[in-house]
Protein backbone atom coordinates (compact mmCIF):
# COMPACT_ATOMS: atom_id res chain seq x y z
CA UNK A 1 0.00 0.00 0.00
CA UNK A 2 1.38 3.48 -0.65
CA UNK A 3 1.50 5.73 2.49
CA UNK A 4 0.54 9.17 1.97
CA UNK A 5 4.61 9.87 1.17
CA UNK A 6 5.03 7.86 -1.64
CA UNK A 7 1.60 8.74 -3.04
CA UNK A 8 2.86 12.13 -2.60
CA UNK A 9 6.00 11.24 -4.84
CA UNK A 10 4.07 9.48 -7.25
CA UNK A 11 1.61 11.91 -8.18
CA UNK A 12 4.87 14.72 -8.43
CA UNK A 13 6.26 11.96 -10.91
CA UNK A 14 3.28 11.80 -12.66
CA UNK A 15 2.62 15.88 -13.27
CA UNK A 16 6.04 16.01 -14.46
CA UNK A 17 6.03 13.39 -17.19
CA UNK A 18 2.63 14.84 -18.06
CA UNK A 19 4.05 18.53 -18.46
CA UNK A 20 7.50 17.64 -20.46
CA UNK A 21 5.35 15.32 -22.76
CA UNK A 22 3.28 18.15 -23.30
CA UNK A 23 6.01 20.71 -23.97
CA UNK A 24 7.36 18.45 -26.23
CA UNK A 25 4.20 17.92 -28.37
CA UNK A 26 4.28 21.69 -28.49
CA UNK A 27 7.52 22.42 -29.71
CA UNK A 28 7.20 19.65 -31.92
CA UNK A 29 4.21 20.81 -33.30
CA UNK A 30 5.24 24.48 -33.92
CA UNK A 31 8.92 24.15 -35.24
CA UNK A 32 9.04 24.35 -38.76
CA UNK A 33 10.14 21.00 -40.53
CA UNK A 34 13.55 20.39 -42.42
CA UNK A 35 11.52 20.99 -45.56
CA UNK A 36 9.80 24.26 -44.58
CA UNK A 37 12.88 25.33 -43.47
CA UNK A 38 14.67 24.64 -47.04
CA UNK A 39 11.51 26.49 -48.65
CA UNK A 40 11.87 29.67 -46.62
CA UNK A 41 15.64 29.49 -47.31
CA UNK A 42 14.87 29.22 -50.96
CA UNK A 43 11.93 31.82 -51.32
CA UNK A 44 14.41 34.11 -49.88
CA UNK A 45 17.36 33.60 -51.62
CA UNK A 46 14.91 34.09 -54.62
CA UNK A 47 13.63 37.39 -53.28
CA UNK A 48 17.49 38.26 -53.25
CA UNK A 49 18.06 37.43 -56.59
CA UNK A 50 15.52 39.42 -57.88
CA UNK A 51 15.97 42.13 -55.67
CA UNK A 52 19.62 42.45 -57.09
CA UNK A 53 18.31 41.78 -60.42
CA UNK A 54 16.21 44.96 -60.29
CA UNK A 55 18.41 47.26 -59.03
CA UNK A 56 20.84 46.28 -61.58
CA UNK A 57 18.62 46.56 -64.34
CA UNK A 58 17.81 50.14 -62.63
CA UNK A 59 21.52 50.95 -62.91
CA UNK A 60 22.09 49.76 -66.72
CA UNK A 61 19.29 50.55 -68.99
CA UNK A 62 18.91 47.95 -71.30
CA UNK A 63 20.41 47.79 -74.99
CA UNK A 64 18.61 49.59 -77.77
CA UNK A 65 16.42 46.74 -79.35
CA UNK A 66 18.24 45.60 -82.68
CA UNK A 67 16.74 47.05 -86.31
CA UNK A 68 14.96 43.93 -88.04
CA UNK A 69 15.48 43.58 -91.69
CA UNK A 70 13.65 44.81 -94.04
CA UNK A 71 13.81 45.47 -98.09
CA UNK A 72 14.91 48.96 -98.54
CA UNK A 73 14.15 48.27 -102.60
CA UNK A 74 11.11 50.57 -102.31
CA UNK A 75 12.59 53.84 -100.27
CA UNK A 76 13.94 57.08 -101.00
CA UNK A 77 17.23 57.65 -100.30
CA UNK A 78 16.40 60.13 -97.71
CA UNK A 79 14.40 57.30 -96.24
CA UNK A 80 17.14 55.04 -96.22
CA UNK A 81 19.74 56.94 -94.89
CA UNK A 82 17.40 57.58 -92.03
CA UNK A 83 17.01 53.67 -91.38
CA UNK A 84 20.77 52.77 -91.69
CA UNK A 85 21.83 55.59 -89.51
CA UNK A 86 19.55 57.16 -86.58
CA UNK A 87 19.76 60.47 -84.70
CA UNK A 88 20.05 60.87 -81.15
CA UNK A 89 20.62 64.06 -79.99
CA UNK A 90 21.48 63.47 -76.23
CA UNK A 91 24.57 61.27 -77.27
CA UNK A 92 27.99 62.85 -77.18
CA UNK A 93 29.87 64.44 -80.26
CA UNK A 94 32.01 61.67 -81.35
CA UNK A 95 35.77 62.56 -80.75
CA UNK A 96 36.91 62.03 -84.59
CA UNK A 97 38.78 64.71 -86.79
CA UNK A 98 38.38 63.92 -90.47
CA UNK A 99 40.68 65.38 -92.98
CA UNK A 100 41.15 64.37 -96.94
CA UNK A 101 44.43 65.11 -99.18
CA UNK A 102 46.00 63.38 -102.05
CA UNK A 103 48.54 61.58 -99.26
CA UNK A 104 49.16 60.97 -95.90
CA UNK A 105 51.13 62.81 -93.11
CA UNK A 106 53.62 59.87 -92.81
CA UNK A 107 54.57 60.60 -96.66
CA UNK A 108 57.57 62.55 -97.58
CA UNK A 109 55.32 65.05 -99.85
CA UNK A 110 52.73 65.92 -97.65
CA UNK A 111 52.82 69.94 -97.27
CA UNK A 112 50.08 70.14 -94.70
CA UNK A 113 52.00 69.15 -92.11
CA UNK A 114 52.09 72.09 -89.52
CA UNK A 115 48.14 72.58 -90.36
CA UNK A 116 47.32 69.10 -89.67
CA UNK A 117 49.27 69.09 -86.63
CA UNK A 118 47.70 71.69 -85.33
CA UNK A 119 44.42 69.52 -84.64
CA UNK A 120 46.11 66.91 -83.09
CA UNK A 121 47.45 69.23 -80.57
CA UNK A 122 44.51 71.31 -79.29
CA UNK A 123 42.74 67.92 -79.17
CA UNK A 124 44.41 65.58 -77.36
CA UNK A 125 42.67 62.39 -77.12
CA UNK A 126 40.77 62.49 -80.36
CA UNK A 127 40.89 59.82 -83.76
CA UNK A 128 42.59 62.21 -85.90
CA UNK A 129 42.41 60.54 -89.50
CA UNK A 130 43.61 62.26 -92.77
CA UNK A 131 42.30 60.02 -95.62
CA UNK A 132 43.01 59.77 -98.90
CA UNK A 133 41.33 59.24 -102.02
CA UNK A 134 41.92 55.34 -101.92
CA UNK A 135 40.74 54.85 -98.59
CA UNK A 136 37.85 57.13 -98.64
CA UNK A 137 36.68 54.69 -101.34
CA UNK A 138 37.20 52.05 -99.28
CA UNK A 139 35.72 53.54 -95.92
CA UNK A 140 32.39 54.71 -98.17
CA UNK A 141 31.89 51.02 -99.56
CA UNK A 142 31.48 50.26 -95.81
CA UNK A 143 29.49 53.00 -94.66
CA UNK A 144 26.97 53.40 -97.38
CA UNK A 145 26.83 49.62 -98.91
CA UNK A 146 23.00 48.74 -98.19
CA UNK A 147 22.55 52.27 -100.17
CA UNK A 148 24.15 51.98 -103.95
CA UNK A 149 22.71 55.06 -104.89
CA UNK A 150 25.15 57.10 -102.95
CA UNK A 151 28.21 55.06 -103.82
CA UNK A 152 27.17 55.66 -107.51
CA UNK A 153 26.78 59.30 -106.84
CA UNK A 154 30.47 59.19 -104.94
CA UNK A 155 32.55 57.48 -107.75
CA UNK A 156 29.99 59.62 -110.49
CA UNK A 157 31.11 63.26 -109.50
CA UNK A 158 33.36 64.31 -112.11
CA UNK A 159 35.88 66.49 -109.81
CA UNK A 160 38.31 65.99 -107.26
CA UNK A 161 36.59 68.30 -105.06
CA UNK A 162 33.24 67.41 -105.66
CA UNK A 163 34.27 63.87 -104.09
CA UNK A 164 35.71 66.05 -101.21
CA UNK A 165 32.71 67.91 -100.72
CA UNK A 166 30.24 64.59 -100.83
CA UNK A 167 32.69 62.65 -98.69
CA UNK A 168 32.56 65.07 -95.83
CA UNK A 169 28.71 65.01 -95.44
CA UNK A 170 29.02 61.26 -95.73
CA UNK A 171 31.97 60.75 -93.38
CA UNK A 172 30.00 63.09 -90.66
CA UNK A 173 26.69 61.36 -90.67
CA UNK A 174 27.89 58.16 -90.30
CA UNK A 175 30.35 58.89 -87.74
CA UNK A 176 30.39 62.10 -86.37
CA UNK A 177 32.65 64.32 -84.78
CA UNK A 178 34.95 67.16 -86.87
CA UNK A 179 35.57 67.67 -90.77
CA UNK A 180 37.67 70.60 -91.34
CA UNK A 181 40.01 71.13 -94.21
CA UNK A 182 43.32 70.28 -94.81
CA UNK A 183 44.36 74.19 -95.46
CA UNK A 184 43.10 74.78 -91.75
CA UNK A 185 44.82 75.77 -87.84
CA UNK A 186 42.81 75.27 -85.09
CA UNK A 187 43.45 77.81 -82.96
CA UNK A 188 41.18 76.59 -79.95
CA UNK A 189 39.73 73.10 -79.33
CA UNK A 190 35.93 72.16 -80.24
CA UNK A 191 35.41 71.70 -76.64
CA UNK A 192 35.01 75.64 -76.16
CA UNK A 193 32.89 76.13 -79.83
CA UNK A 194 29.51 75.64 -78.05
CA UNK A 195 28.93 78.07 -75.23
CA UNK A 196 29.24 76.74 -71.25
CA UNK A 197 25.30 77.84 -70.79
CA UNK A 198 24.17 75.73 -74.12
CA UNK A 199 24.11 72.05 -72.74
CA UNK A 200 25.90 69.66 -75.54
CA UNK A 201 23.58 67.18 -75.31
CA UNK A 202 20.76 69.75 -77.10
CA UNK A 203 23.06 70.64 -79.86
CA UNK A 204 23.41 68.15 -82.94
CA UNK A 205 25.21 70.07 -85.14
CA UNK A 206 27.83 73.59 -85.43
CA UNK A 207 28.48 75.62 -88.61
CA UNK A 208 30.45 78.81 -88.90
CA UNK A 209 29.51 81.88 -91.02
CA UNK A 210 31.60 81.97 -94.22
CA UNK A 211 30.53 85.29 -95.62
CA UNK A 212 28.20 88.18 -94.52
CA UNK A 213 28.34 90.94 -97.58
CA UNK A 214 26.46 93.59 -96.45
CA UNK A 215 26.45 95.62 -99.34
CA UNK A 216 24.37 96.15 -102.41
CA UNK A 217 26.59 93.96 -105.09
CA UNK A 218 26.76 91.23 -102.76
CA UNK A 219 25.48 88.74 -105.85
CA UNK A 220 28.53 89.77 -107.70
CA UNK A 221 30.86 88.16 -105.02
CA UNK A 222 29.14 85.51 -102.90
CA UNK A 223 26.76 83.22 -104.08
CA UNK A 224 24.08 83.64 -100.78
CA UNK A 225 23.21 87.16 -99.02
CA UNK A 226 24.59 84.65 -95.64
CA UNK A 227 27.25 82.16 -96.72
CA UNK A 228 27.48 78.97 -94.19
CA UNK A 229 30.87 77.83 -94.66
CA UNK A 230 31.76 73.39 -95.39
CA UNK A 231 35.18 73.84 -94.67
CA UNK A 232 34.99 73.04 -90.93
CA UNK A 233 31.45 71.52 -89.50
CA UNK A 234 30.90 69.17 -86.42
CA UNK A 235 28.33 66.81 -86.17
CA UNK A 236 26.68 64.06 -84.18
CA UNK A 237 25.54 60.90 -86.47
CA UNK A 238 22.48 60.83 -88.41
CA UNK A 239 21.72 64.77 -88.43
CA UNK A 240 18.68 65.71 -90.37
CA UNK A 241 20.38 68.21 -92.41
CA UNK A 242 23.60 65.83 -93.38
CA UNK A 243 20.50 63.46 -94.13
CA UNK A 244 18.88 66.30 -96.60
CA UNK A 245 22.24 67.23 -98.14
CA UNK A 246 23.51 63.82 -98.99
CA UNK A 247 19.99 63.27 -100.31
CA UNK A 248 20.05 66.65 -102.63
CA UNK A 249 23.13 65.30 -104.05
CA UNK A 250 22.54 61.87 -104.93
CA UNK A 251 19.23 63.21 -106.89
CA UNK A 252 20.90 66.11 -108.32
CA UNK A 253 23.53 63.75 -109.54
CA UNK A 254 22.44 61.23 -111.22
CA UNK A 255 19.94 63.42 -112.73
CA UNK A 256 22.81 65.05 -114.53
CA UNK A 257 24.42 61.68 -115.28
CA UNK A 258 21.05 60.25 -116.67
CA UNK A 259 20.95 63.26 -118.84
CA UNK A 260 24.64 63.01 -119.88
CA UNK A 261 25.63 66.47 -118.38
CA UNK A 262 28.05 65.43 -116.43
CA UNK A 263 30.92 65.14 -118.49
CA UNK A 264 30.25 68.89 -119.31
CA UNK A 265 30.31 69.77 -115.44
CA UNK A 266 32.70 73.00 -115.34
CA UNK A 267 34.40 74.17 -111.70
CA UNK A 268 32.22 77.34 -111.47
CA UNK A 269 29.24 75.07 -110.34
CA UNK A 270 30.83 72.91 -107.83
CA UNK A 271 28.86 75.13 -105.00
CA UNK A 272 26.14 74.99 -106.00
CA UNK A 273 26.27 71.15 -106.66
CA UNK A 274 28.25 70.00 -103.74
CA UNK A 275 29.97 73.14 -102.07
CA UNK A 276 28.40 76.57 -99.87
CA UNK A 277 25.54 77.69 -102.01
CA UNK A 278 23.36 74.20 -101.38
CA UNK A 279 24.77 73.87 -97.85
CA UNK A 280 23.48 77.14 -96.71
CA UNK A 281 20.26 76.34 -98.50
CA UNK A 282 20.18 72.92 -96.91
CA UNK A 283 20.48 74.27 -93.77
CA UNK A 284 17.88 77.60 -94.24
CA UNK A 285 15.29 74.75 -95.51
CA UNK A 286 16.21 72.90 -92.11
CA UNK A 287 15.38 76.43 -90.06
CA UNK A 288 11.95 76.48 -91.63
CA UNK A 289 10.94 73.44 -91.94
CA UNK A 290 7.47 72.11 -90.17
CA UNK A 291 8.84 68.65 -89.41
CA UNK A 292 11.51 69.85 -87.28
CA UNK A 293 10.64 73.45 -86.14
CA UNK A 294 7.41 74.81 -84.61
CA UNK A 295 6.51 77.30 -87.54
CA UNK A 296 2.89 78.00 -86.48
CA UNK A 297 4.32 79.66 -83.14
CA UNK A 298 7.41 80.90 -85.02
CA UNK A 299 8.15 84.45 -85.11
CA UNK A 300 8.71 84.45 -88.58
CA UNK A 301 10.40 82.40 -91.59
CA UNK A 302 14.40 82.23 -91.06
CA UNK A 303 16.52 84.09 -93.58
CA UNK A 304 19.92 85.87 -93.67
CA UNK A 305 18.94 88.69 -91.62
CA UNK A 306 18.54 86.81 -88.60
CA UNK A 307 22.39 85.61 -88.57
CA UNK A 308 23.87 89.67 -90.45
CA UNK A 309 26.29 91.06 -88.29
CA UNK A 310 26.86 88.32 -85.53
CA UNK A 311 29.37 88.89 -83.19
CA UNK A 312 28.54 85.69 -81.19
CA UNK A 313 27.27 82.62 -81.49
CA UNK A 314 23.44 81.94 -81.95
CA UNK A 315 21.52 78.80 -81.32
CA UNK A 316 18.59 77.73 -83.34
CA UNK A 317 16.95 74.23 -82.45
CA UNK A 318 19.77 72.12 -82.32
CA UNK A 319 21.67 73.81 -84.48
CA UNK A 320 24.86 76.56 -82.87
CA UNK A 321 26.07 79.40 -85.87
CA UNK A 322 29.12 80.71 -85.13
CA UNK A 323 29.92 84.42 -85.88
CA UNK A 324 32.05 84.67 -89.02
CA UNK A 325 35.27 85.38 -86.58
CA UNK A 326 34.78 81.80 -85.70
CA UNK A 327 36.28 79.93 -88.59
CA UNK A 328 37.01 82.87 -90.82
CA UNK A 329 39.26 85.42 -88.53
CA UNK A 330 41.44 87.88 -90.05
CA UNK A 331 40.15 88.25 -93.31
CA UNK A 332 39.74 92.03 -92.80
CA UNK A 333 36.20 92.70 -94.22
CA UNK A 334 32.73 91.39 -93.05
CA UNK A 335 32.82 92.04 -89.30
CA UNK A 336 35.50 89.36 -88.96
CA UNK A 337 38.40 89.88 -85.98
CA UNK A 338 41.35 88.96 -85.66
CA UNK A 339 43.09 85.67 -84.83
CA UNK A 340 43.99 86.55 -81.11
CA UNK A 341 39.75 87.20 -80.74
CA UNK A 342 38.34 85.07 -78.32
CA UNK A 343 35.43 83.67 -80.85
CA UNK A 344 38.31 83.07 -83.22
CA UNK A 345 38.31 78.95 -83.80
CA UNK A 346 39.61 78.14 -86.93
CA UNK A 347 41.91 79.74 -89.44
CA UNK A 348 41.68 78.63 -93.26
CA UNK A 349 44.01 79.51 -95.65
CA UNK A 350 41.89 79.49 -98.48
CA UNK A 351 44.30 77.66 -100.70
CA UNK A 352 41.73 76.49 -102.86
CA UNK A 353 44.02 73.52 -103.52
CA UNK A 354 41.35 72.10 -106.11
CA UNK A 355 41.28 75.32 -108.23
CA UNK A 356 44.01 76.18 -110.87
CA UNK A 357 47.02 78.15 -109.24
CA UNK A 358 45.56 81.25 -110.96
CA UNK A 359 42.63 81.37 -109.78
CA UNK A 360 43.30 80.44 -105.70
CA UNK A 361 42.41 83.21 -103.78
CA UNK A 362 40.01 85.13 -106.43
CA UNK A 363 37.72 85.53 -103.88
CA UNK A 364 39.81 87.86 -101.65
CA UNK A 365 41.14 89.88 -104.95
CA UNK A 366 38.04 90.54 -105.96
CA UNK A 367 36.48 91.32 -102.73
CA UNK A 368 39.38 94.16 -102.23
CA UNK A 369 39.06 95.61 -105.15
CA UNK A 370 35.41 95.77 -105.03
CA UNK A 371 35.94 97.87 -101.39
CA UNK A 372 38.74 99.92 -103.34
CA UNK A 373 36.53 100.95 -106.01
CA UNK A 374 34.28 101.79 -103.50
CA UNK A 375 36.33 103.75 -101.90
CA UNK A 376 37.18 106.10 -104.75
CA UNK A 377 33.82 106.77 -105.62
CA UNK A 378 33.62 107.99 -102.16
CA UNK A 379 30.89 105.25 -100.18
CA UNK A 380 31.35 104.15 -96.95
CA UNK A 381 31.77 100.50 -96.41
Request: negative net charge.
Amino acid sequence: MLNPRRALIAAAFILAVFFLLSRSHTSTSSAPSSSERHDAQAEAAAAAAAEAAASQQRAVPPPPPQKPMIDMSGMSTYEKLDYAYSYDIESKFPAYIWQTWKHTPGEGDFEFREQEASWSIEHPGFIHEVITDSVAATLLQLLYGSIPEVLETYHALPLPVLKADFFRYLILYARGGIYSDIDTYAIRSALEWIPQQIPKETVGLVIGIEADPDRADWADWYSRRIQFCQWTIQAKPGHPVLRDIISRITNSTLTLKKAGKLSSFKGNDVVDLTGPAVWTDTIMDYFNDERFFDMEHSKGKIDYRNFTGMETSKRVGDVVVLPITSFSPGVGQMGAKDYDDPMAFVKHDFEGTWKPESERHIGEIQQELGDLQLVEDGQQI
